[in-house]
């Protein structure tokens, strides 16, 4: 099977170089197989499984030993090589034999650009670009720049958040969404007004964000517990289920209610272990309300648990 179950570097291929077959797999290296293997995703619920595809590549060098795989700018894949015959806990590992290779789809298109001397304007359209290496690059730049200056561009605001409101795919409004966080310029309100976004993605995002810097207000509670209730999403239950464990214990009460009242997450892969992880310290405070919880949950494992 290729070197057993050892695997490092793992990648979501999301660029524009290889065929288009390619995007979204998972490669990943396979450190006693001499090889880079190649997985599909299938969603499941609230989450995902992978199938095994064919190898994007195989080593004939006996030494090679892929560790880490990052995509550049050119939509290539960067693998770096440990490069040494010895076991992952070898006893004497060789120092400086590493190599590093780049392993690139037909004939190289060498190109040379430096994303720090691009206006905002110029990074925020590169939040629509197909190869990911530019969108993350130009959201850290624009993240540097604003931590850096303090400065708030409302030019830069305006942009993402007329991408965030378009109809554009879910992918392109996430990254506004991302990049808008992470220079400080969204607000409560605004990510509150998303838990009603058509996409569930955008949705769960949002609970997130809600839930990381600041202590969600009272309205964004009571939508917690509507969505918790309401929403067809197991990905927005995944992502209510993760925020119980940032919440207060006497918040946590309402979601945790509607959560274990969906018996169709009973075998999900996530939701079950994560809602008791949100609703274990609950138990020991209030006996009485834990059985109700008990009674409500049509989750097999949850009610075992309490």
């Known amino acids: 099977m290729g070197g057993g179950h050892a695997h490092c570097g793992t990648l979501l291929y999301l660029a524009d170089q290889f ?16 090889r880079i293997n190649q997985d599909v995703l299938e969603r499941k619920g609230s989450g995902y499984v992978a199938h095994h595809g064919q190898d994007l590549a195989i080593s004939a060098d006996p030494w090679f030993m892929g560790v880490t795989l990052k995509i550049d700018h050119e ?6 090589d440990w490069s040494d015959t010895g076991e992952c806990h070898t006893y004497k590992p060789q ?4 190599r590093i290779y780049r392993v690139r789809y037909g004939e190289r298109k060498h190109v040379t ?5 691009k206006s905002d304007a110029e990074l925020v359209a590169l939040h629509a670009h197909a190869n ?4 993350r690059t130009a959201r850290r730049i624009l993240q540097e720049r604003a931590a850096k200056t303090g400065r708030k561009s409302d030019e830069v605001k305006g942009a ?5 409101d378009s109809d554009a795919p879910a992918t392109h409004r996430l990254r506004a969404l991302w990049t808008l966080w992470s220079i400080g310029r969204i607000d409560a309100a605004t990510l509150e007004a998303l838990l009603a976004d058509p996409s569930e993605y ?3 995002w949002s609970i997130q964000f809600l839930g990381e810097r600041n202590a969600p207000s009272e309205s964004a509670r009571a939508k ?42 009973a075998t999900d892969p996530n939701l079950p272990l994560m809602i008791w992880y949100g609703i274990e310290p609950l138990v020991p405070t209030d006996r009485a309300r834990s059985l109700q919880l008990l009674a409500k949950s049509k989750i097999p494992l949850v009610r075992q648990y309490i």
């Open 113 to 117: 650009i430096d994303l720090a001397t």
């Open 224 to 265: 917690f517990a509507e969505l918790a209730e309401k929403d067809p999403s197991p990905v927005v239950r995944l992502y209510l289920a993760a925020l119980l464990q940032r919440l207060p214990l006497a918040d946590r009460w309402p979601i945790a209610a509607s959560l274990v009242a969906h018996a169709e997450d």
């Open 95 to 98: 120092r400086g034999t590493g």
């Open 19 to 34: 065929p288009s077959q390619y995007r979204n797999h998972v490669l990943m290296c396979n450190v006693h197989g001499r």
């Open 132 to 135: 990911d290496w530019y969108v």
């Open 160 to 164: 993402l958040q007329k991408q965030l």
């Open 202 to 204: 955008v949705r769960a």
């Open 75 to 80: 939509g290539s894949v960067i693998v770096s």
